[in-house]
């Protein structure tokens, strides 16, 4: 192999990696709006639409519904280039970003595709999200929606560059955090239909009590803020016994009823900046104001108005149950549809470590199944084991996938380096 080429190759994995760089870190089901897609520059915000099977699974059904997805076709290499498929995840899919996606599209002269995911955005089935009409919300029906769509818009290549018989481009699925999970899960269930998979940050582990989370927050702060974090916990907690609406006000928090879901604000708010790489911006003035003997609450507080709230756009309203039983479809219904995918799939219920935990107790496994019966009615529950033994968990048991950014307490991922090169090399 000569030089030239061996640095192509680095070149290339290093680009993949920066890819991973826009995705979540760790996936939470309360979801942060990070602000990168709505400020971004898009490749195309042109909508196109797909007519979609709405249960891949009943030989009875036969109902559809529209599909919204987005196509950019400027670098592919007409008629055989390669098609990239970008996974929208748990929130509206709006266009093709103009971010590092486009970079190996023209460095590949692929062209580059995105398909919303099945309820969110603009694609919902039906006109309102009541809980009996949730039931066709699934990685499972979702996954078929992407083997639908791959068909369908192959065929369309097909006759647009006046191509007879059963011709293929060929294909590479993209995903992070969510949709990096429903990228791998596609490769092992669908690997006829793509050359290969990058899932950046993918949750292919569903997990029942998320206590991880917490520690894993507790070790990135350090020994200097943790305790600081701790302590103002202590003191918010105190704050609602004391002067409950008082305490609320002070977060812009006052339509929170239930004292839980407040509490649940506080611990994610404070996660906010370690997860996105950011953790000065917390632990820095906390500390501070700890060895200034300033109010710690005030200083948190400011914290999560100035950075969280005004960088980041987190939002009370994302933790009001009657914001989450709202069943209108409107642009914040994605809180009440990701709770429905942890309440049945997938939980990632972020409870308190049993010892040494930052956030309050009262964020436990007892509150999340109480919340997931409030929004949704008896008898949801998150199948955990049922997920993991279809999907394989972190012993997923399929090739040419390359798992980024991953996490340790995801469990251990192999890193299929040398397969994704090749796959992309040969396209």
Known sequence: ??????????????????????SHGLLQPRRISHGLS?????????????????????????????QRYYEYLDHLRVPDGPIFLMICGEGPCNGIPNDYLSVLA????????????????????????ATENLKYLS???????????RGFYQEALNVKFNRTGKVDN???????????????????????????????????????????????????????????????????ELGLKVNNKAMK???????????????????????????YGNPDKLCVPLVEAKKNGSDLVEAYAKYVKEYCVGVFGLSA???????????????????????F???????YFQVAPANDSIRSHQINTEYHLDLCKSLFGKGVYPEVDATNLYYGGDRIAATKIIFTMGHKIHGAMHLNRPHLLTCLLTL
């Open 1 to 22: 192999m000569t030089t030239a080429i061996s640095y192509a190759l680095l070149t290339t994995f290093t680009v993949l990696l920066s890819y991973t760089s826009l």
């Open 38 to 66: 709505a400020s971004g520059k898009y490749l195309t915000r042109d909508e196109l639409w797909f007519n979609q099977t709405l249960d891949h699974f009943s030989p009875y059904d036969h109902r559809k519904f529209g």
């Open 106 to 129: 023209k460095k590949f002269e692929a062209g580059v595709v995105s398909l919303e995911h099945r309820y969110y955005g603009k694609s919902s089935p039906f006109n309102s999200l």
């Open 139 to 149: 990685s499972k029906q979702a996954l078929s929606d992407l083997a639908a769509f």
């Open 170 to 236: 060929p294909w590479f699925f993209f995903g992070a955090s969510y949709s990096g999970a429903l990228s791998a899960w596609f490769r092992l269930k669908f690997p006829h239909l793509t050359c290969g998979s990058l899932a950046s940050s993918a949750v292919v582990r569903a997990v029942y009590e998320y206590y991880e989370y917490d520690q894993q927050i507790g070790e990135s702060v350090g020994p200097e803020c943790k305790p600081v974090l701790q302590e103002i916990n202590k003191l918010v």
């Open 249 to 275: 006000a002070l977060f812009n928090a006052t339509e929170l009823d239930v004292d839980a879901d407040f509490l649940y604000l506080i611990a994610d708010a404070q996660v906010v900046a370690v997860q």
């Open 317 to 339: 309203k994302t933790y009001s149950r009657k914001h989450l039983l709202d069943t209108r479809i409107t642009p914040e219904s994605a809180d009440r549809l990701w709770w």
């Open 341 to 347: 995918q942890t309440c049945t799939e997938v939980a």
